[in-house]
């Protein structure tokens, strides 16, 4: 019964439905056209303009299709992802790292989370998080739009305090539903391609196969928050005490829309790096997570990152290092698998990097390889596949929060709400505020 729950099995098939992406035609090239049209329009006498008639009729005199036609829009959203990862790229990170007491860590997570809830942070935030804005007074969002997002992380924070103060038997059901609220702000603030919320379709994005337990995402499958959650994330942003870059997942989503997968739970859950050690206790498995140190390197030539992989103990397999870390040099020492990677070209990397609630960077090896999912992406998949065992298999999740069945299903099941309840705040806050918090 539920055994399924520490399985871990993954399947890809290629697959896809009405283009996400098109490089043809260059949608910056019909801009720049467009405004060389304007231009020649403005200089061209009243009389001439009359004659024309309107400036779209000499934009199809010159061969310039409407640029507004829907069927246009994989090229325009290639444009729009391609700009905003260059600006973000080219800037300085402009999140700040947030060090938190243990002791205070519960009330003071809640309290930031609450200082969300303001319309004039919201729209400070969109300009801090989005670099691909004007810099008029007012571009970014309206008041109007920044008052739905406020909504949402008011209903997802109070979601998110009736799952924790509730029991496990239906704590899944809160804080998927609380995560869910939280995304919709979460993809407003970040997705290059979401502006309003009304902008965002009804499905979940995902689908929960009951008869394998499993998650199926990706590729031909509905578009909705799942998907638009994964495309809010251009960039991902590693960043410690002296270490910050931002990783170009352009190839990444791009693929996601190519590729449908089937995974189950056991093989998200061993991405968690919280999860790490009790995975390998319950599941006789290693876990997918290892542990990532950054620091940098005597080279005179320019400024190079030394990534330690492992703990010396265990360390992941070189098809997985080839693949995160590809073109790059690959050594071994003291039991570690040691990359060297000069700054310059960290953005270049295929490395899926995930960060504890302590701060702490892993390396996970990634089974969705080339595509690398946000670690709030993951346990979106996984609250999910949770809150539909518990919704329309209640028997048999009531056998395992009584340890009836598998005390090693039971006790992965229980590590993973009461780690994710912990983590919950953090997830939040760093994918919408402007600190990335972590606890001592």
């Known amino acids: 019964m539920l055994e399924e729950i520490s399985q871990d099995i993954i399947t890809c098939t290629p697959a896809s439905n009405q283009p996400m992406f098109s490089i043809d035609p260059d949608y910056e090239s019909l801009l720049q056209k467009k405004s060389g049209i304007l231009e020649e329009w403005k200089a061209l006498k009243p009389d001439a303009q009359r004659k024309i008639g309107n400036l779209r009729a000499f934009e199809i005199e010159k061969a310039l299709p409407d640029i507004k036609d829907p069927g246009l ?3 325009k ?13 080219s800037r300085e990170d402009p999140l ?47 008041a109007e739009e920044a008052a739905k997002i406020k909504n949402c992380f008011n209903q997802g924070r109070e979601l998110f305090l009736s799952g924790r103060n509730g029991s496990l038997m239906v704590k899944p059901l809160n804080f998927f539903y609380a995560l869910t609220a939280y995304t ?24 929960y196969l009951p008869a394998s337990i499993q998650a199926q995402f990706g590729g031909d499958s ?14 991902h942003l590693v960043k410690t005490p002296g270490i910050s870059f931002n990783i170009d997942c352009s190839n990444s989503l791009m693929r996601f829309y190519e590729n449908r997968f ?52 265990t360390r992941p397999s070189s098809a997985s290092i080839e693949q995160a870390f590809r073109g790059f040099q690959v050594d071994e020492r003291h039991g570690k698998t040691i990359v060297t990677v000069p700054a310059a070209n960290s ?40 809150s539909n065992i518990m919704r329309y298999r209640p028997d048999e999740w009531g056998s395992v929060l009584l340890n009836e069945v598998s005390s090693n299903i039971s006790l992965l099941t229980r590590h993973y709400f009461s780690s994710f309840q912990r983590k919950f705040m953090l997830l939040v806050l760093r994918s919408s505020s402007r600190f990335i918090p972590y606890t001592l």
């Open 222 to 235: 509905a578009r909705g928050t799942f998907s638009d959650l994964v495309s809010a994330f251009p960039t």
């Open 262 to 313: 089937d995974v189950s739970l056991g093989t998200l859950l061993s991405m968690i790096p919280e999860m790490a050690d009790y995975y390998k206790l319950t599941t006789g498995s290693q876990s997918r997570c290892f542990p990532l140190e950054i620091s940098s390197t005597n080279n005179i030539r320019s400024v190079t990152w030394e990534f330690q992989i492992g703990n010396g103990e």
């Open 184 to 207: 919709y702000g979460v993809i407003i603030l970040n997705s290059p391609f979401r502006y309003r919320k009304d902008m965002l379709p009804g499905s979940h994005g995902m689908a």
């Open 96 to 142: 700040s790292l947030l060090p938190i007491e243990p002791l205070d860590f519960d009330d003071a997570t809640l309290e930031l989370a609450e200082s969300l809830e303001n319309t004039a942070e919201i729209r400070e935030l969109y300009k801090i998080r989005k670099a691909s804005i004007g810099s008029s007074p007012n571009a970014g969002i309206s």
């Open 347 to 386: 953005s270049k990397l295929n490395a899926t990097i995930y960060t504890d609630l302590r701060g702490k960077l892993w390396f996970v090896e990634n089974p969705f390889f080339p595509i690398m999912l946000p670690e709030i992406s993951v346990h979106f998949l996984i609250t999910s596949i949770f």
């Open 77 to 89: 959203n290639t444009y729009l992802l391609h700009k905003e990862i260059k600006r973000r790229l």
């Open 73 to 75: 829009l994989p090229s």
